[in-house]
């Protein structure tokens, strides 16, 4: 008697039985047979293969935002200068982990390529030009400025901040007004 069933009727019976879409036993698992142990034969894991690119950026990111200072000292940041970026991110409601902090010096980079790698669409400049980041045009500190679908904002570099004159309490001040409103941090 030869009688075919529909493919949908098959599929029915056979659901449990034909097609295994994930392992039966995980790749680490040991396998028994007749009572002796064996190990199973692991696949490469594809994903462990990957080359981790190292970072050339302080933070995770979070938010797509780069901070970016020219620091001519070779290193990332200064500590005093960390932790006073650092206690302006908390005031901001933000961390280290939402931003990709950058010494231009070190890393130079366009815009488009800040926007492509590590991905920001939101730009602090402190102590930097919009023509080190190849814009075409300039603009005073403190004002943020859009270009395309991003924001960019200058201000004075960080160090002249941290200094205990009334100059540098007015730059304060203008970043911080600057701040609420480039982060929406007004009610």
Known sequence: MDTQLPEFV??????????????????????????????????????????????WYLGSNN????????????????DKELEFLTNILKACKLSIDDIA??????????????????????????????????????FPNYQPQTVGASQIMLAAPLAQMMSPTAEAKAEKTKLWNALQLFFQLKA
């Open 101 to 138: 902090l950058i010494n231009y010096i070190r890393t130079p980079r366009s815009l488009e390529e800040l926007i492509a790698d590590p991905g920001c669409h939101q730009f602090i400049l402190f102590g930097l030009s919009p023509a080190q980041l190849q814009l075409q045009f300039n």
């Open 63 to 78: 938010r797509q935002i780069a901070v970016l200072i020219a620091d001519k000292s070779g290193q990332l940041i200064k």
């Open 10 to 55: 098959l599929a029915g019976l056979y659901k449990d039985a034909l097609v295994i879409t994930e392992p039966s036993t995980p790749p680490s698992a040991k396998l028994v047979v007749k009572g002796n142990e064996i190990n199973s034969p692991e696949k490469p894991n594809i994903a462990e293969k990957q080359v981790d690119i190292p970072k």
